[in-house]
């Protein structure tokens, strides 16, 4: 049984840090591309990072480069969102997922490519 379980999130200050973490399991993230994604209320969800397969390409929404970092540790099977410099804006449900036809070169972008998600992980950033 393929398992993407978020943690990290919590309640942060403007301008504060999280440090998200996405256990994969039940499949073996190394061979994929992974991402992460955020879906604030009454919106829909957006992209905000992608990694490849060996985690020598990297993908980023323009709202968070600079402040993001995504990295993964293929051991441990571990896909992590590192994010600094927190605004409201970023407040939101963050996901990571699986990219099924990314096994490697640029990260894609788009959800349609994504079939496994997490049950999300809640961040909040107070103003």
């Known amino acids: 049984q393929v398992q993407l379980v978020e943690s990290g999130g919590g309640l942060v200050q403007a301008g504060g840090s999280l440090r998200l973490s996405c256990a994969v399991s039940?499949?073996?993230?190394?061979?994929?591309?992974m991402g992460w994604f955020r879906q604030a209320p009454g919106k829909e969800r957006e992209f905000v990072a992608a990694?490849?397969?060996?985690?020598?390409?990297?993908r980023y929404a323009e709202s968070v480069k600079g402040r993001f970092t995504i990295s993964r540790d293929n051991a441990k099977n571990v896909v992590t969102l590192q994010m600094n410099s927190l605004k409201f804006e970023d407040t939101a449900i963050y996901y990571c997922?699986?990219?099924?036809?990314?096994?490697?070169?640029?990260?894609?972008?788009?959800?349609?490519?994504?079939?496994?998600w997490g049950q999300g992980t809640q961040v909040t950033v107070s103003s």
């Open positions: 997922a699986r990219d099924y036809l990314g096994t490697g070169g640029t990260p894609s972008p788009f959800s349609r490519n994504y079939d496994y």
């Open positions: 039940g499949l073996t993230a190394s061979l994929y591309n």
């Open positions: 990694i490849s397969r060996h985690g020598d390409s990297t």
